[in-house]
């Protein structure tokens, strides 16, 4: 789960790091009464969106008076703004930041994410920050320091100091930086964040260091042990396709292509994807229905899937095992008539009952292919979408 640059910001300020001082506005009318709150030269005006790249698009705007700020807010609300991480569709502000101007004299990149490959959390630190770190990463790695914590020691005060001179601190800030990474790291612990980034952490003129933007997403696995959280929730944000599968607890990620896939297990689920691009065609979804989908959440999956206007095919493939393949079957000629979908739908199923589900599908009077593997399967779709559109 995602949230806003303010949301992440009030939950690092609970754990000691500091942070400028800011309030949310969702008017254009409240800005300058918040800007005359902070009584500041300068001040900062910031869209607060599910996305990166806000400054180059038009989303940060630095002012230098209470009518200025009133003025970039109402021009920012409401607006559609498109970054690199939007996609040409962008994102409509909804809310925006009124904070602080601060005294910078440097920029740095902090984060902690989980690494897959070292099977525990990873403290990465650079001195270019405010640059898009993929950029950094890419043209000169090198400038990137890493730090692989382990649970055995967590993360130590030995940690910060080495992160902290590697990115060219002075003896004096690093005094100051040691408690600063150890909060932002015991906020990601605490949180069950999958990452927490601050980009640019800054180094104001007094020494200080500030995390001037924030970025923080939880792990969703983790969010029962964290009820707190639930209102933190932004769904204009997130793609409405996606909140719906949310609520029949299908794990569904909306793509650009044109065939639908309907997959149980994550693994066979990308494995699908990759062979639908192998055979010249494009997913135009993740969807994982689970191991145990009942017809119900079988209807409601292909609810969704076609309710994408992308969609010229369906692709199922299953393995059957606590979900049999003949109950999928039934689930499927099911929510066929009460759907009354006209989309072909190609269905590679694998395990237990596989030959009466098949016959299930094949006596169903219906627009089904049955397949015979998952090269086949992928091919056969291919070709219906292509001859849909």
Known sequence: MKIHEYQAKAILAKFG??????????????????????????????????????????????????????????????????????????????????????????????????????????FMASAAGGMEIEEVAKDRPEAI????????????????????FGVGLPAGVV????????????????????????NPCVVTGDGRLVALDAKVNFDDNALYRHPEFKDLRDLDEETPLEVEASKYKLNYI??????????????????????????????????????????ERVKNAFRILLSDPNVKAVFVNVFGGILRCDMLASGIVKAAKELKFKTPVVVRMEGTNVKQGQEILRNSGMNFTVANGMKDGAE??????????
């Open 17 to 122: 790091v500091p942070v400028p001082r800011g309030e949310v506005v969702f008017k254009a009318e409240d800005a300058k009464a918040a800007a005359q709150k902070l009584g500041t030269p300068v001040v900062v005006v910031k869209a607060q969106i599910h996305a990166g790249g806000r400054g180059k698009a038009g989303g940060v705007k630095v002012v230098k008076s209470v009518d200025e700020a009133a003025a970039a807010a109402e021009r920012m609300l409401g607006m559609k703004l498109v970054t690199a991480q939007t996609g040409p569709e962008g994102r409509i502000v909804r809310r925006v930041l009124i904070e602080e101007g601060l005294d910078i004299k440097r920029e740095l990149y902090l984060s902690v994410l989980v690494d897959r490959a070292a099977a525990a959390p990873v």
């Open 380 to 389: 056969k779709a291919v070709a219906l979408a292509r001859g849909a559109q």
């Open 175 to 198: 005094n100051a930086a040691v408690p600063f990474l150890q909060s932002l790291y015991r906020a990601f612990i605490e949180t069950d964040a999958s990452l927490l980034e601050i």
């Open 254 to 295: 909306k793509l650009d292509g044109t065939i639908a896939c309907m997959v149980n297990g994550a693994g066979l689920a990308m494995a699908t994807m990759d062979i639908i691009k192998l055979s010249g065609g494009n997913p135009a979804n993740f969807l994982d229905v689970g191991g145990d989908a009942s017809e």
């Open 145 to 164: 320091l890493r730090e692989t914590i382990r649970s055995e020691t967590g993360f130590q005060a030995y940690h910060a100091r080495k992160l902290a």
